[in-house]
């Protein structure tokens, strides 16, 4: 009786160990698994990310446009008023070299 009573102990034992080590091996297999969906849940925020991204600076771009076109209206309207005032003011300027160059009564 003391002989089946140890070999259970020991049987229960082996049992014990045994379960140990499929617990031991099962851990490292979820903690294997939990880190590849650790890498493949930072790849997706990443590509999440850059996509969010490159959608705001397209926005940004087309929120630009009108501004630019309005920056090149109110240039182009600068650039006529210059050359509008260098117009009028060739004449004026085209009169004083040929008042240096001929002279004041127009004799050389």
Same mark, same amino acid.
């Given at each position: ?6 070999? &259970?102990?020991?049987? !229960?034992?082996?049992? !014990? ?13 979820? %903690?294997?698994? !939990?880190? %590849? /969906? /650790? ?11 850059? %996509? ?7 926005? $940004?771009?087309?929120?630009? %446009? ?18 509008? /005032?260098? &117009? ?6 085209? /009169? $004083? ?9 127009? &004799?050389?």
């Amino acid at each position: 009786m003391a002989y089946e009573i140890l070999k &259970s102990i020991v049987e !229960a034992e082996t049992r !014990a160990v045994e379960i140990k080590k499929q617990a031991v091996a099962q851990a490292e297999e979820m %903690k294997a698994n !939990a880190l %590849k /969906q /650790q890498e493949v849940l930072l790849e997706e925020a990443g590509l999440q990310g850059k %996509k969010e991204m490159q959608e705001a600076v397209k926005k $940004a771009v087309e929120e630009s %446009k009108g501004a630019i076109q309005e920056i090149l209206k109110e240039a182009d309207v600068t650039c006529a008023q210059i050359r509008e /005032q260098a &117009s009028q003011k060739k004449e004026e300027a085209v /009169q $004083a070299v040929i008042g240096k160059v001929v002279g004041t009564y127009g &004799s050389c």
